[in-house]
């Protein structure tokens, strides 16, 4: 992917899943990457990891549901490195409660949308300046096909990531003529963790029952989509062969919204 090399990214949810894949597709690509997340020890794992294939890494530990932590974050890839070109904000709660809204604790809501959402306009508050001031940059922000239609049970999420398509093309629109771009990816069911974690809520100890009655038969490719085939959409999005994609709502999702 052209206009990679030697760029400075950061990605937020970066030890696991989506966050991970794109992180890899990213340093394939010649660019410096920081992984940020909770776990320490989780995270220089994926950091290492990403070294050992010839990626130059580096691991910040922060919680996007805390301002200071986000900013912080921000700090510390640009002293580290000088700038900051790219960034997905890919973090999100993989603990979520299944509930209907009428029984949904209030903590839970803000919870939920304290990271899933809150956490995402932090980090666009703080990254965008480091980009303004490297000249351009380009953001990807990760939703779900969730953030496209309602979730019964999972109202906070679904609310959570309705609002970042509204935080990201109001980015999109106030920054892209400084040239920052900003987008939005929505997968759908990719096996990461945390879709392993919903199985097992949906069907406790069965969780392939999960994935064969209730996401299967929606999905018309017929299959579970791979962290590395969302993790490449992400990074042309960063990439300079995306370079007048701004503001778009990209699915990467095996067709299921296509019906819907």
């Known amino acids: ?3 990679l090399e030697g760029k400075v990214a950061l990605v937020t949810g970066g030890s696991s899943g989506i966050g991970l894949a794109a992180a890899r597709e ?3 690509a010649g660019a410096k990457v920081a992984l940020v997340g909770r776990g320490k020890e989780r995270g220089e794992a994926a950091a290492r990891a990403l070294k050992e294939g010839g990626v130059e890494a580096h691991y910040v530990q922060a919680d996007m549901g805390r301002g200071e932590d986000v900013k912080r974050m921000v700090e510390e890839v640009v002293g580290k490195w000088g700038r900051l070109d790219v960034a997905v904000n890919n973090a999100a709660l993989g603990d979520m409660m299944l509930a209907p809204l009428t029984e949904l604790p209030e903590e839970e809501f803000d919870r939920v949308l304290g990271v899933d959402l809150k956490g995402v306009w932090l980090c666009m ?3 965008i300046p480091a ?3 490297a000249g351009r940059g380009a953001i990807v ?5 969730n953030g496209l239609a309602g979730t019964p049970m999972g109202g906070a999420y679904a609310a959570a990531k309705h609002g970042m398509h509204g935080l990201s093309k109001t980015a999109a629109l106030e920054f892209g003529r400084q040239g920052v771009r900003v987008n939005v990816v929505c997968p759908g069911a990719h096996r990461t963790p945390m879709l392993e974690a919903m199985f097992e809520k949906m069907t ?5 029952k999960a994935e064969e009655q209730y996401y299967l038969p929606r999905i018309p490719m017929g299959r579970i989509g791979e962290p590395e085939e969302c993790g490449r959409a992400i990074a042309w999005l960063l990439s300079e062969d995306a370079s007048y994609v701004n503001g778009c709502v ?3 999702d095996g067709g299921i919204m ?3």
């Open 250 to 252: 990209m699915t990467v």
């Open 1 to 3: 992917m052209k206009g």
């Open 258 to 260: 296509a019906g819907l």
């Open 131 to 133: 980009m303004l001031k």
């Open 125 to 127: 508050k703080y990254e």
């Open 204 to 208: 406790p100890g069965e969780p392939r």
């Open 141 to 145: 922000n990760v939703s779900s096909i």
């Open 26 to 28: 990213l340093g394939r």
